[in-house]
């Protein structure tokens, strides 16, 4: 059974290692492939087999790590059910279902589901391939605690979107909690430092100052520090590692515990009541801020979702129409759309003419016209005429679903420079731990040594001047308790943890917005670092859409037959020369290889049929047919007419050889041709009974190449990248479209068979080589799998899109060069981050360790670094892939 993928919103997520916990919990599971989890994006996905593994167990190995991914749970009537267990099976089978259970006594099914996975229309499919009747419309929902989203919430919210507005809601709520009982303390803290407290008085209603500090801080304690010690308990019982809720959880708790021992007379000392506060109110001022920059990061694919037709207007077979909801549109319905209208699914246009705006998919701002017979993508924009549109696609399969979908796993692939931070972040917490301690202990130890090598720098005086056996203002316990609680707060793991996934989650959203789709976060890294571009010839540096331009035809003795004249000299069957007024030589070569072709899909034989039809040519399905990869194909004429049960070869020159038929007579026309960038076909007859097989003529067709073609290939090359073509025709036409757009002769591999594409690819790429491999079509697959990144562009088929590494919307090669500055922008972005990350905490920490930093301003520094990489992220949304970027100066 193959595997499948599952599509999580996760909701816990507090820091970078805890995507990491995620991820080893997942992988311990018997039958899970692979698992990642994105803490810049709350999203995850697992590759399991089913069979060993349910979608239950990994819902449970979440919540055993102490997280949680978000779940609707509905339920179901079901009519004439007269067996439960086959409703449970069906719907247990359905991807996305994590639990079921039937009752037959209510004739109702309660199902819990994974909303980024399945729907109810899932749902009531599968209880209908059970053979029985769900109620439609009529189901209940209920929420998971929360980490469920009610099945009636808000219209047009996803259960994700839900879950990430509810956590943006609590934050703003403990924050401005913490504010209103901090600003008080606050107010204290300044009147003691700036007016030797001499503002308020010394108690309040009797109380001391210092217990209505107690009072104040304590509620912040344990309301904006429950999430931080419950999450600390997580990580070191139950996960057994440390993250950046312990540092909170140390710091704040150590300043509030000594504050609590100080009043209380336990110890001497001074009371920290208002930094322990500060450091909590900080700390979830910062969760509020990257929660809402988080949010908007993922505007761009939500606002792609809302661009989403939700109506659809159905024309029956006898004209009328009815406008139903858009998940009513079934395959092969036609809708009617009228200027101004959103197109509601991928489909065809079968009726009308209009111009359509495009730019939500393929970025192109120009409208494209459309007629009958042209593809449309749902929800793009009708602009003037009406147009029937018969539904290709629907659903979860129409483009823009793909291209959501299509980025969502990209962000969920992390780039293989995420490894480096993983890295680092895995001992981070422990050595950050480690070096408080040891500074602590050290200041207790050396007072006067440190204070005096201290003031020996040129920076700021310590913190409260520093221990008083060196002249400070308390006592060197304190002191070290501050350098303690300074140097786990400063530290931010977080900060290197969103580096990478928030640059990511920029990158490929930009891809989407410019019709470029990265398929993971490892192939928008690797795509920088190509060196070579390999381009397929037909329908990616050219149209793709053959004309048939020359039919030469040629007697027995391999002379060219002139063109014109009243009579023509044709050879018949029965090897006798004829004059026959009625047939042109021309139009029977055409005729013959028409017939040949008729039973081939390929683009050459297209052109020869449609050239045949124009002319007026009656083209009868051959008897046999035969495709030969690579050489062209053979049939055998309908068993009427003179030309009865004859076999037709039409091909190259191997294709002739190979059934001992010499082409050399049509070797001075086929260079001509082929010269002037024309594929030219060899046409042959062999007559039935006999083996005398003989050259009749030549069929050629020609290609347009590619308006923005050259451009592409010159724009590849201004980046120093070598630019090859590669193509299954001959070495002359191959030549000859290559000088065109730009690329060198010697760059050209021409007479290339479909199956040895691939066999090319890594040829080149044993030279050492990073290829990037652009084709479009079946015969390209092989060759876009085994490319360092392979490509296919828009026009091309579904087996090469599915073979790809990135897919461009548009139809235009110069979106190669576009990917290729996206990934290298992204990639400086990343390093940009981390850059930061690591040149904050490395300054920083050593700043606290030697007693410089306040710990409620260490907190307000940890809070803002993490604020600040997705800032730093967001800012890069500006950027368009027309230029390089650039980090210093303008973007565009």
Partial sequence: MPTRTAHLNVTGMSCANCSATIEDALGDLDGVAS????????????????????????????????????????????????CADANADALEST????????????????VRYNPADASLGDLYDAIESAGYSPVRGESGGDGDAEDSVSETGDAGRDARDAAREEEIRKQLRLTLFGAVLSLPLLAFMTDHLLFGGEIFPETVFGVSIGWVQFLLATPVQVVLGRPFYRNSYKALVTNGRANMDVLIALGSTTAYLYSVAALSGAIAGSLYFDTAAFILLFITLGNYLEARSKGRAGEALRTLLEMEADRATLVSEDGTEREVPLDEVAVGDRMKVRPGEKIPTDGVVVDGQSAVDESMVTGESVPVEKEAGDEVVGSTVNENGVLVVEATKVGADTALQQIVRTVKEAQSRQPDIQNLADRISAYFVPAVIANALMWGLVWFLFPEALSGFVDALPLWDLVAGGPAPAGGGISVSEFAVVVFASSVLIACPCALGLATPAATMVGTTIGARHGVLFKGGDVLERAKDVDTVVFDKTGTLTEGEMELTDVVAFDRDGDLLSDGGAAQRVESDDDTATTDPARDPEDEVLRLAAIAERGSEHPLARAIVEGARERGLEVPEPDDFENVPGHGVRATVASNGSDAGSEVLVGNRKLLRDNGIDPSPAAAEMERLESEGKTAMLVARVPAGTNDGRLVGIVADADTVKPSA???????????????????????????????????????????????????????????????????????????????????????????????????????????????????????????????????????????????????????????????????????????????????????
Avoid: C, H
């Fill in 35 to 82: 698992a990642n989890a994105n803490y810049a994006t709350d999203e995850g996905s697992v590759e399991y087999d089913p069979e060993e593994v349910s979608l239950a167990e990994i819902y449970a190995a979440i919540e055993a790590a102490g997280y949680g991914a978000v779940s609707e749970t509905v339920t179901v009537a079901i009519t004439d059910m007269s």
């Fill in 95 to 110: 991807p996305g279902v994590i639990e079921a259970t039937v009752n037959y006594a209510t004739d109702e099914a309660q």
């Fill in 710 to 892: 050259a451009d592409a290939v010159a724009a590849l090359r201004d980046r120093g990248i070598d630019v090859m073509m590669i193509t299954g025709d001959n070495e002359r036409t191959a030549r000859a479209v290559a000088e065109r757009v730009g690329i060198d002769p010697e760059n050209v591999r021409a007479e290339v068979l479909p199956e040895d594409k691939s066999e090319a690819i890594e040829s080149i790429q044993a030279d050492g080589r990073q290829a990037m491999m652009v084709g479009d079509g079946v015969n390209d697959a092989p060759a876009l799998a085994v490319a360092y990144v392979g490509t296919a562009i828009g026009s091309g088929t579904d087996v090469a899109i599915e073979a790809a590494d990135v897919t461009l919307m548009r139809d235009d090669p110069l979106d190669v060069a576009k990917a290729i500055r996206i990934s290298n922008a992204t990639l400086q972005k990343i390093k940009q981050n981390l850059v930061w990350a690591l040149g904050y905490n490395t300054l920083m920490i050593p700043l606290a360790s030697l007693g410089l930093l306040q710990p409620a301003l260490a907190a307000g520094a940890m809070a803002l670094s993490s604020v600040s990489v997705l800032a730093n992220s967001l800012l890069f949304r500006r950027y368009e892939p027309d230029r390089d970027y650039r980090l210093l100066g303008r973007l565009r």
